[in-house]
């Protein structure tokens, strides 16, 4: 079995999605997500055709196929809510709009937080998503939106298999609609995944396997159940790496991305705070099966 696995990577101005390549390749990833812009502001450079050009002909090279590589939608985009009728059409548009960014980049996949439903009932911020969602996903592109799993946390949409299923249920362009699994959101929503093959049956029967495109691979500082969503390191929380690496190599997951979007590590060096990406080491973990109880230090070394 091919091992698809990445991470979150930077999109930045001057370097564009070719410095997005460059930096996965770094880590020992084939598969990678990155932000068109910064997640909570509405600032977007425009995308360069030379270097969009650029940067598919190295992932060729490099055997990274566009079908894992995803863009992940901004925070600020909430589409369960509409008591504001201006920020609701604010979030269509907007997520509108990173769409076609996508489609100028050619990336087939956009991740989407459902939203959350602040002063109106659960049902009613589905029906929003559901209308919204219908909205956008009404154009010629060929872009899929997965709806992440998510925690659970205050009022967010999407902190169970039955909520994803039922804006599933609603979507008329079904092509065009996804799933991506966060296994720290699973855990702190309150799905064992230490016992991954019953979470496995368990989504497959609510929603459909055949609707899952990504998996966020994280750990997590929480305990089972407590809808917090506090990533940690891989096999540094609560789920373990050897449940970590169940998932990861699991079958049914074979031809899906996994894509690590773990805390940056912060590391006091010369009197300077500096935080760093623990993706390479992590990657090497996962790939090699054993867990580095040094990461930290490993971390340390590769950047110093």
């Keep these: ?24 390749l770094s880590y020992g990833g084939n598969a990678f997500m990155f932000y068109t812009g910064a997640p909570q502001n509405t600032i977007r450079s425009e995308i ?27 925070y600020i985009i909430n589409l369960a ?51 919204a969602l219908n909205i956008i996903l009404a154009n010629d592109h ?13 009022n967010e949409i999407g902190g169970n298999f039955t909520d994803i299923k039922t804006i599933i249920d609603g979507i008329c362009n079904k092509d065009k ?12 929503s309150g799905y064992d995944v230490t016992k991954i093959d019953e979470v496995i049956e368990e989504f497959d029967k609510i929603v459909g396997l055949n609707y899952l495109q990504c998996l966020h691979i994280n750990d997590s500082n929480n305990e089972i159940g407590v809808k917090k969503d506090r990533h940690a ?10 449940n970590l690496l169940k998932i990861i190599y699991h079958k049914a997951f074979a031809n ?39 990461l930290i230090d490993d971390i340390r070394s590769y950047y110093k």
């Design 177 to 188: 609609i996804g799933v991506c699994l966060d296994t720290c959101h699973i855990n702190d």
């Design 48 to 74: 360069s055709k030379t270097n969009t050009l650029e940067a598919h002909n190295l992932m060729k090279e490099n055997n990274i196929d566009i079908n894992n590589v995803v863009v992940h939608a901004p």
């Design 142 to 154: 060929d872009v899929m939106i997965l709806l992440e799993t998510m925690a659970g946390k205050g």
């Design 256 to 294: 899906i991305p996994k894509i690590l979007e773990t805390p940056y590590v912060t590391i006091n060096n010369e009197e300077k705070k500096r935080i760093f990406p623990p993706y390479k080491t992590e990657i090497e973990m996962i790939k090699s099966k054993q867990f580095n109880s040094n």
């Design 81 to 131: 809510n509409k008591k504001v009728k201006r920020n609701y059409n604010f979030s269509i548009s907007f997520l509108t709009s990173e769409i076609k960014r996508c489609v100028e980049l050619g990336v087939k996949k956009i991740i989407l937080h459902p939203g959350s439903s602040v002063g109106i009932s659960k049902e009613e911020g589905i029906n929003n998503i559901i209308e």
């Design 1 to 24: 079995m091919k091992l698809i696995i990445g991470s979150h990577v930077s999109f930045k101005k001057d370097t564009g999605l070719v410095g997005a390549v460059q930096e996965i």
């Design 233 to 242: 390191n891989i096999g540094y929380g609560t789920i373990g790496f050897e």
